[in-house]
């Protein structure tokens, strides 16, 4: 009878002390921690099998965040947009002969029901409903839907009205059409809601330098927002291969227009980790806060290997909407905290330190581990058990938080499509003198697929060398994009800026030359700018150098700028705002 007793209360304490560790994880890190799927499409996948998805939307149902996105044969629930479940549903019907899984889809609510379709140009996509999305029951609600849509959105207004809008092109504009609510059929024709003006937008200009020399920008992944009775149609640009990937936004006073572009995008994130945040959608959490989701880019072995990002966003009082992407691949608060959306302050602390390996394939080289660049990776000889990468702080730092960034070197042939059988297993040490080890994080019999693996600690620790041992990789080489250590090192912040200058000529004000006095006690630093000395609400991380070509601005507009340093333990004061015309 002790016995049995004894068991109960260990068997309590496990099941508590789970539910505590879970309940302490209150902080997220960009790229998103989805179990992304491959590739579907074998030409896609010539230069290596690798994952990719893009396109997403998130919407609120009933207190569950449900998040769809490209080719994923599935999609994806959470309450918290902490930890996300899969469920694996596949939404073609035999007569779609396309690889295309619910490429870019669309998803609303109407009433007590969720609606989802995916691309088309053809005339015989279904349109799914459900009102059980978490127990991943759906019935067809339309069979073919004849006028179909590529990058399709649903949106529902407050007097009941449906609305679809639609458009992927670098030659038409996005269209906006009326629905019936009961039937689906469309009321009347598409009308055009707007097409890109790159020549007096700079950021909408094509290519990762914004110079328009390759090809036209394109548009597309339409997504509509009503808030404080106006409407805020946002819009992809100018492509999704590049840093400069950035949801706009137009604004009007009906779901048709006629709409008013806000001059800067909405969400854009031109340096640091993770760049790229264009074609997405906007969503409330439970407590009202807005977020915005969106794209990515990765595109090494493919222009559409991508992976997800998640934003907070809101209105200012003059009904600016705005995106906050700085510090955006750092760690955020979650939702239900009551810091939701504000960055931790926890900062990067091994930004090109010293690594060292056990082992070096090719010319997939230890410092590409910690280089700040998704695209870049360092890759061990094999994917066997024992592999290990080791990153030295420089001196004891307080850690809060380990984001471990797989890349996909040499994956098996067979990765075509969404994986539920795969799963990754480390084991994460510390030390204080690079001899004696402790186990900071056991994933050893970890049995979930994690390849952007964030773990917040319970209790921030004092150490200074970090050890990543691989125990499994679910295919491949043991290969890491980024090692990124976040916390505090416990010295002084950076000075502030000695000079900061913006050069604006007359031939293109589209374009700007930013430079600034090289600070030696930091390592990156932040610029912000606007339209309005308040309003500077675009920012890009600048790593290693104090010079930027900036090619983003609205060329009738007026501008103003700031600047911050950074090191591992904090932010400078800003600079004086900068008025430039």
């Known amino acids: 009878m002790k016995f049995f007793f004894s068991l109960l209360v260990f068997l309590f304490l496990g099941i508590f002390s789970s539910a505590f560790a879970q309940q302490q994880q209150q902080t997220y890190c960009n790229p998103i921690n989805l179990d992304y799927g491959y590739t579907p499409i074998p030409n896609f996948s010539e230069w290596g099998r690798h994952r990719a998805t893009a396109d997403p939307v998130i919407v609120n149902f ?11 044969w599935g999609y994806w ?80 207004d407050d007097d009941g009205r449906l609305y679809m809008y639609n458009g992927s092109s670098n030659r038409y504009p996005l269209y906006g059409i009326e629905l019936d609510r009961k039937t689906l059929e469309p009321i009347g024709t598409r009308k055009e809601m707007y097409l890109l003006e790159p020549d007096k937008y700079g950021w909408q200009r094509f290519g990762e330098h914004m110079d328009n020399t390759f090809l036209d920008p394109f548009m597309e992944g339409a997504h509509m927002t009503k808030h404080n009775g106006k409407y805020y149609l946002q819009y992809g640009a100018p492509g999704t291969e590049f840093s400069g990937y950035s949801d706009g936004v137009i604004v009007g006073t009906g779901p048709l227009g006629p709409f008013t572009p806000q001059s ?56 600016v909407m705005w995106s906050n992407t700085a510090f955006g691949d750092y760690p955020h608060y979650l939702p239900d905290t009551d810091k939701a959306g504000e960055f931790t302050g926890w900062m990067l602390l091994n930004y090109e330190k010293p690594i060292s390996v056990s082992s070096t394939y090719g010319g997939f080289a230890p410092n590409k581990a ?156 932040n610029i912000y700018y606007g339209t309005a000395p308040d309003k500077l609400y675009t920012s890009i991380m600048v790593l290693g150098n104090n010079e930027y070509w900036l090619k983003t601005l609205d060329r009738t507009k007026t501008y103003y700028f700031t600047i911050e340093a950074i090191n591992e333990n904090g932010v400078s004061k800003r600079y004086e705002v900068l008025k430039v015309d």
């Open 77 to 156: 629930t959470s309450t918290d947009m902490s930890k996300w479940e899969f469920h694996s549903r596949l939404f073609l019907r035999p007569w779609n002969k396309v690889y295309d899984e619910l490429c870019a889809p669309a998803v609303g609510i109407v009433g007590d029901t969720v609606l989802v379709m995916g691309s088309t140009y053809e005339k015989d996509f279904t349109i799914w409903m459900s009102t059980d999305p978490v127990g991943n029951v759906w019935e067809p609600l339309v069979e073919k839907f004849e006028i179909g849509g590529w990058d399709p959105d649903f949106f529902t």
């Open 264 to 319: 800067d995008p909405l969400s854009m994130k031109l340096g640091g980790f993770a760049r790229g945040a264009g074609h997405g959608a906007t969503f409330q959490d439970n407590r009202g806060k807005y977020w915005h989701v969106s794209t990515i880019m990765v595109s090494v072995k493919n222009n559409f290997e991508r992976r997800l990002g998640i934003w907070p966003t809101g209105f200012d009082s003059d009904d």
């Open 62 to 72: 009933k207190g569950t965040f449900i998040l769809f996105s490209t080719n994923q």
């Open 370 to 525: 910690n280089d700040e660049d998704i695209k870049t990776y360092w890759s061990a000889n094999t994917g066997e058990k024992g592999e290990w990468i080791q990153s030295d702080l420089g001196q004891v730092s307080t850690v809060n938080a380990i984001q471990i960034n797989y890349a996909d070197q040499d994956v098996d042939q067979d990765r075509l499509g969404k994986r539920t059988d795969q799963f990754h297993q480390y084991i994460l040490y510390h030390s204080l003198d690079g001899e004696k080890w402790e186990v900071l994080v056991d994933k050893s019999q970890n049995q979930t697929d994690v390849p952007h693996e964030y773990v917040e600690l319970e209790k921030p620790v004092k150490t200074r060398f970090l050890k990543l041992e691989n125990i499994h990789m679910p295919t491949g080489k043991f290969a890491i994009s980024g090692f990124r250590v976040f916390g505090n090192g416990g010295g002084a912040i950076p000075e502030k800026v000695n000079q900061f200058m913006v050069f604006r000529t007359e031939k293109d004000k589209r374009s700007a030359y930013l430079k600034w006095s090289p600070m030696d006690d930091g390592y990156a630093y």
